[in-house]
């Protein structure tokens, strides 16, 4: 998977300025309900080496979900703040996405 930045301020990627490559496996999926992933980061940076496990579960709630995301083993080299962020926004997006879809 390759995430790249609109936006680009130095430093901001870990396999280079401007974007973030990894390798994401899904260990474990339950449909409408979990998702687990393993993500290896490419980098140079021993910051950034390890494998970060993210699980996403869904739980109905009205007429829509809550949506729960436990990161666990963040590479040290992923600031707290940034990764909150980083979250922040993808939450955003899966919620523009669904609504789109009435």
């Not at 790249?4 to 973030?20: L, M, N, P, R």
């Amino acid at each position: 998977m390759r995430l790249t930045y609109k936006d680009q301020q130095a430093g901001q990627g870990k396999t280079s300025e401007a974007f973030d490559e990894m390798e994401v496996r899904l260990p474990r999926l339950e449909p409408n309900h979990r998702i687990e992933q393993e993500v290896v980061f490419e980098s140079d940076d021993p910051a950034f080496e390890g494998t970060m496990r993210m699980v996403w579960t869904f739980e109905p709630a009205g007429s829509g979900a809550i949506v729960t995301v436990r990161a666990e083993n963040v590479p040290v080299g992923i600031q707290p703040e940034d990764h909150e962020a980083g979250m922040k926004s993808t939450l955003d997006y899966l919620t523009a996405f669904v609504e789109q879809d009435g």
